[in-house]
C-alpha cells in the first residue's frame, strides 16, 4: 500500500479513509484482495479504532467487504455499481459544467489550461497516478468554480466504483480521449457554449464503456 503525508489537522478516520480509498482506485489494493485492520493501522502508525471507523464507511458503498473475525475484503467490480456511479456523475457533471459556462473568470480558465498542462506532461510520460490525480482536481474545480464544493465532497465515497474503472482506463487504454476532452471543455467554458460543454461531459462521462473491452481485457480477474 502506498503512503501519503497525514494532513494537518486531519483525523485519523480521515486519513484512514482517504488513504485506503487512494489504494483502492489505483489497484495497490487490487478487486479481490484481503486487507487486516492490524496491518493498515500499523503501516498508517495509527489505531484500530480508526482504521474500522474507515472500513465501516467504505462498507456502506459496498467498496469494502466486513467481515466479523476475518479479513476484509476489497470487492471484485460489479458493472452495476460501476454504472450506478457514472450515472450519479453524469447528472450533477453535466449541470455543473453548464453553470461553469455562466460562472467561469479567466483566471479561472487559466487555471484549469494549467491543470491540463500537467496533464498532458504525465500522459505523455505514462504517469497513471499522477494524472489521475489531476483528472480529479480537474474535475473538482469545476464544482468549486460552480460554488458547489460541498457536493463534489459528498459524492466521493459512491464515486470510488467509477473511479476504479476510469483508473485502469488511463492505464491499459491505448487511443486515451481525456486530455483532449478536458481541453475541449475548456474551450467551451471560455466560449459559454453551455450546450457544447454538457454534451461533451456527457460523452466524456461515458467513455468507460467504450472502452470496457480493453480494461476487461488488460485485467480479466477484477471483475465479476
Known amino acids: 500500500m502506498k503512503l501519503s503525508e497525514r494532513l494537518p489537522r486531519e483525523s485519523g478516520r480521515d ?3 482517504r488513504t485506503i480509498k487512494k489504494n483502492i482506485i489505483s489497484l495497490d489494493l487490487a478487486p479481490g484482495s ?3 485492520e492490524n496491518a493498515l493501522a500499523a503501516e498508517m502508525g495509527l489505531s484500530r479504532t480508526p482504521v474500522r471507523e474507515a472500513l465501516i464507511e467504505l462498507s456502506k458503498v459496498e467498496i469494502i467487504e466486513v467481515h466479523p473475525q476475518r479479513k476484509s475484503t476489497v470487492p471484485l467490480i460489479d458493472y452495476d455499481l460501476v454504472e450506478e456511479s457514472r450515472f450519479m456523475r453524469n447528472l450533477l457533471e453535466c449541470a455543473v459544467v453548464e453553470l461553469v459556462c455562466e460562472m467561469a473568470t479567466p483566471i ?5 489550461n494549467a491543470n491540463i498542462r ?3 506532461f504525465y500522459l505523455d510520460g505514462y504517469y497513471t497516478n499522477e494524472l489521475m490525480t489531476l483528472d480529479n482536481q480537474f474535475h473538482g474545480m469545476l464544482f468549486n468554480i460552480a460554488k458547489k464544493g460541498r457536493v ?3 459524492i466521493q465515497n459512491i464515486a470510488i466504483h467509477f473511479d476504479r474503472v ?3 482506463a488511463l492505464s491499459s487504454v491505448k487511443d486515451l480521449k481525456v486530455v483532449q476532452d478536458h481541453q475541449d471543455l475548456v474551450e467551451f467554458i471560455r466560449q459559454k457554449d453551455a450546450k457544447g460543454a454538457r454534451e461533451l461531459m456527457e460523452i466524456h462521462l461515458n467513455r468507460y464503456k467504450i472502452d470496457a473491452a480493453a480494461i476487461r481485457e488488460a485485467y480479466p480477474q477484477y471483475f465479476k
Do not use: C, K, P, T
Request: charged share 20%; no cysteine.
Open 15 to 17: 486519513y484512514a479513509l
Open 34 to 36: 484481503q486487507i487486516s
Open 108 to 112: 479561472d480558465i487559466e487555471r484549469l
Open 118 to 120: 500537467l496533464q498532458g
Open 152 to 154: 463534489f465532497q459528498l
Open 166 to 168: 476510469r483508473g485502469m
